[in-house]
């Protein structure tokens, strides 16, 4: 199975952020320039996730 861009990188995105501790969050900003990809186009995937 080939997956896009856009859905690897949510996919990432969103294994980090269920790792974190329940009481704790992570901004879409601060997890795109920590991967180095643009904020923009991280923001669209994780809101077609949500």
Excluded at 11 to 32: C, E, F, G, N, Q
Aim: charge should be negative.
């Amino acid at each position: 199975m080939v997956l896009g861009d856009q859905v690897e990188w949510a996919l990432h995105r969103v294994i980090v952020l269920a790792d974190l501790p329940p009481d704790k969050t992570l901004s879409a900003k601060v997890l795109s320039e920590y991967h180095g990809i643009p904020n923009d186009y991280l923001s669209k995937a994780l809101q077609a996730l949500a």
